[in-house]
């Protein structure tokens, strides 16, 4: 009788067994991404709250995200919306941000073709404000036009914000963004710790890379798109012989996570600093 049980109960220990296994692939994909999900969101959602107060107490790890290019559509997605809901009611304003909307058109598809680091954009300016002098000396003192011709023609296009398009764009792009903020969550994941740095793909599996040996700099070579990032920038990982070994792109918020992430890697440099000492006594001893 007391075999019978036994094996009874083994077999239904077995069964249940089997049934957490059976779940347990889908559970893997499941779990995770709805994680890296609620942890965007609430990221962003604190964000501006981190901006102003900043994060206090120990941390022993930090997450990041690695935006997607079709992230920064939230600027002229939010200026479409915008200005559409102020020129419905004052039509007057349409002129004015029929102009901003052209210029943040434009500065959306620099950002996209173009990097500028804040030594090249300092540059440009300089380049273009000489121009502008230069121009301006000529008509002044020669009487001959040169970039007001220029300008006179712009102006005399008399862009103006038309509200039903702009709306709709605005709507329209929405659906890319949403798109770059699941890929973030779901593809953009890096997770730093004092020992390792664990990436989340989703459909492909984890990554783990330790932190033995390396070292982090950050890089901020687009001014135009940390704007968009809103202080985002890139994380180099380097070796000691100053190698790149890894390299993440237009992570989200880097300037104002950078302590976070600095105190993270202090902790690795502790342990490692502690291990060598107790290494050095056994050896003396």
Do not use: C
């Not at 107060?53 to 290019?69: C, M």
């Not at 790149?244 to 890697?265: A, E, T």
Request: without cysteine; proline residues 3%; aromatic residues 12%.
């Amino acid at each position: 009788m007391g075999k019978s049980l036994d094996e009874t109960g083994e077999r239904g220990g077995q069964h249940h067994l089997g049934d957490h296994e059976g779940g347990g692939p889908r559970r893997q994909i499941v779990r995770p991404a709805a994680k890296a999900i609620y942890q965007f969101v609430r990221f962003v959602v604190t964000l501006p709250v981190l901006l102003v107060r900043g994060r206090r107490g120990n941390i022993d790890e930090v997450t990041v995200y690695s935006a997607h290019p079709s992230f920064f559509l939230w600027l002229p997605i939010l200026v479409g919306f915008i200005s559409a809901a102020i020129v419905a009611d004052a039509p007057d304003w349409a002129g004015f941000f029929g102009w901003l909307y052209v210029w943040v058109m434009l500065y959306f598809i620099v950002t996209l073709l173009y990097d500028f680091s804040a030594r090249k954009l300092g540059l440009w300016v300089l380049i273009f404000a000489l121009i502008w002098l230069a121009s301006k000396y000529v008509e002044d003192i020669k009487n001959v036009a040169v970039l007001s011709t220029v300008f006179g023609y712009l102006a005399s296009l008399q862009p103006k914000l038309d509200v039903g398009t702009a709306t709709v764009l605005s709507w329209l792009l929405l659906l890319p963004w949403f798109g770059s903020l699941f890929d973030m969550a779901l593809n953009g994941r890096k997770r730093f710790t004092p020992n390792e740095i664990g990436e989340f793909h989703f459909g492909e599996g984890s990554e783990l890379t330790d932190r033995a040996g390396l070292r982090f700099r950050t890089k901020y070579r687009d001014v135009l798109e940390t704007i968009l990032t809103l202080g985002g920038g890139d994380l180099l990982a380097v070796d000691n012989h100053q190698n790149v070994i890894k390299r993440w792109d237009n992570i989200v918020g880097l300037f104002f996570l950078w302590n976070d992430l600095d105190r993270v890697l202090h902790q690795r440099a502790a342990v490692m600093d502690t291990s060598d000492e107790e290494r050095e006594k056994a050896t003396e001893h």
